[in-house]
């Protein structure tokens, strides 16, 4: 595990080169760098997870001291580059409670102990307060930038909204869950409305995990699955207690708290994480834990039946086989899905739907952002003006994530080309049922009521748009719209100076809609400010 650790340094390494290489600041931007872990938080996390591995191993050889030092200081470095803050909290409690049993193993002074720590957290309080609070601090001092990039809260009120949707999925599913690995296609149902991010709202990005490990798992496998998540950590936390209490030698003593600490500072990372998605941290987790078992079992003198060792080796087997076919197929699939990708860039329709239906099998029909393999065969079918073949798949698509705005809205489009209008305003108020700021969808719905000639409900439905709206479609139906809108407006009020006014002050759509941007600006109607603009006599 020492050797993957270092591993995982190599290929950060290769990430901060790569990034000096192309001419960006190492130490900016750092939310580019994640090796090939998807991301720097799970960078970050993997780079923690090595780190009891580098501690235990200072107690070898030589050779593995030098190696261990080495991953122990580069694996900090990096950490504190990347910045991200489940982690550094991680280590600092890691740290700490590895310091604070040295410092009680060296003096045995509890007095002095406690002086100590106060101290430490006194002046560390201090510091990290003055850096995080005084905003007229010269933002030049990289120590003031450091802090300032950590102090932003926006990726935690993120969280905090994931949280909320995460507690609404568990009051509704409280026993058995959403089922695992189905988070991400329920999430959508309990509202992207508070969210800020615009590219969530539109479902241009889609958000697959809640940022919390334990979360999840209740989401997804009820309270019984959280429980036994919760127990896994309970045991493995008093398994390394009682083994560091009861053990007589220094070295197993010292690999035994090392572990206890890790543990302390890993749970904290899955509370703001998701290192459950990935294998290689659970990986690394499992050694871990099988450290402990196979030593406290041997400690205590527990001694396995043979028939039991052989019930054991035999539901393994099972298991081994059965995995090993669920990965190979899968494994297959993301080599399609790959080359399905690359398809969809380059509009090669014809490759893209041979690559969805080479990629979906028994155990694969949804890829890893929750998108439904058939919504690219549907994609695909639609742009060949297959319209009838794009609604079977997209309708398959729906059944698999009922709650993908993306997929609502394609399904309503798709309605709307058939003429079939009444299902497609259906799917556009589905998705806007789960999105109201979503653009497409809302814009979609604007067309309908502008081909049924409804101009006070197109209007109606336009104006919840944001004026900064850059989407294509957005001013070119705004116009058509608050064109018909003055036009019944001057008819109903027969002013014959308002009206000269008016075909005087607008000459161009532009003109038109700068005047409704005015009223909106203003807080006024659209009408009102009609009225509010007319000259006095």
């Known amino acids: 595990m020492i050797f993957f650790g270092i591993v995982c340094v190599i290929i950060t390494i290769f990430a901060f080169i790569n990034k000096s290489i192309i001419g960006q600041n190492l130490f900016r931007q750092v939310d580019l760098i994640s090796g090939t872990f998807g991301n720097k938080n799970l960078l970050s996390s993997i780079l923690y997870c090595s780190l009891p591995f580098y501690f235990i191993g200072l107690k070898y050889s030589k050779n593995y001291k030098i190696l261990c030092v080495s991953g122990i200081l580069l694996t900090l470095f990096f950490l504190v580059t990347l910045r991200s803050r489940s982690v550094l909290i991680a280590l600092i409690l890691f740290l700490s409670l590895n310091f604070i049993r040295y ?26 307060s003055s850096c995080l609070g005084n905003k007229n601090i010269s933002s030049t001092l990289f120590s003031n930038q450091y802090f300032n990039r950590i102090s932003d809260n926006k990726t935690f009120d993120a969280r905090v909204l994931f949280w909320n949707n995460s507690l609404k999925m568990i009051e509704d599913n409280f026993i058995f869950g959403v089922g695992g690995g189905n988070w991400g296609i329920h999430f959508p149902k309990y509202g992207l409305s508070n969210f800020s991010n615009h590219e969530i709202i539109n479902g241009k990005v889609i958000v697959d995990n809640p940022h919390n490990d334990f979360l999840k798992i209740f989401c997804e496998i009820g309270i019984f699955g959280f429980l036994l998540f919760a127990a896994i950590f309970i045991i493995n936390l008093y398994y390394s207690f ?3 209490k009861k053990t007589n030698s220094s070295v197993e003593k010292n690999k035994y708290f090392i572990i206890f600490s890790f543990i302390i500072g890993y749970l904290f990372i899955c509370f703001f994480d998701f290192p459950s998605n990935r294998i290689e941290h659970q990986l690394l987790l499992i050694s871990i834990f099988s450290i402990l078992s196979y030593d406290y079992t041997v400690k205590s003198n527990r001694n396995s039946k043979k028939v039991r060792k052989c019930l054991i080796l035999i539901v393994s087997i099972i298991a081994l086989i059965t995995s090993t076919t669920i990965v190979l197929f899968r494994l297959n699939s993301e080599k399609h899905i790959f080359l399905l990708q690359q398809a969809n860039l380059s509009q090669n329709w014809n490759e893209v739907i041979k690559e969805s239906e080479l990629a979906e099998n028994y155990f694969y029909k949804i890829d890893t952002k929750t998108i439904p393999l058939n919504w690219y065969k549907a994609t695909a079918y639609f742009h060949l003006k297959k319209y009838k073949e794009s609604l079977i798949e997209y309708r398959k698509a729906n059944n698999f994530n009922p709650n993908n705005i993306s997929i609502l809205n394609d399904l309503g489009t798709n309605y709307f080309v058939l003429s079939q209008l009444d299902k497609s305003k259906d799917y556009y108020l589905k998705a806007l049922k789960i999105s109201p700021k979503y653009e497409e969808a809302r814009l979609n719905l604007v067309a309908i009521y502008l081909h049924e000639k409804k101009f006070d409900k197109a209007f109606s439905t336009i104006d919840l748009i944001n004026t900064e709206s850059s989407h294509t479609n957005y001013k070119r139906y705004l116009a058509s719209i608050l064109e018909q809108k003055i036009n019944k407006f001057l008819i109903s009020k027969k002013d014959t100076e308002l009206n000269t006014f008016l075909k005087n002050s607008i000459k161009t759509e532009n003109d038109l809609v700068t005047l409704y941007f005015l009223s909106k600006k203003n807080n006024y109607t659209f009408e009102e400010y009609i009225n509010k603009i007319k000259p006095k006599k």
């Open 103 to 128: 410092i009680h193993k060296v003096f045995f002074k509890k007095k002095f102990l406690v002086s100590i720590l106060g101290l430490f957290l006194l002046g560390s309080s201090i510091y990290f």
């Open 242 to 244: 009682t083994l560091y």
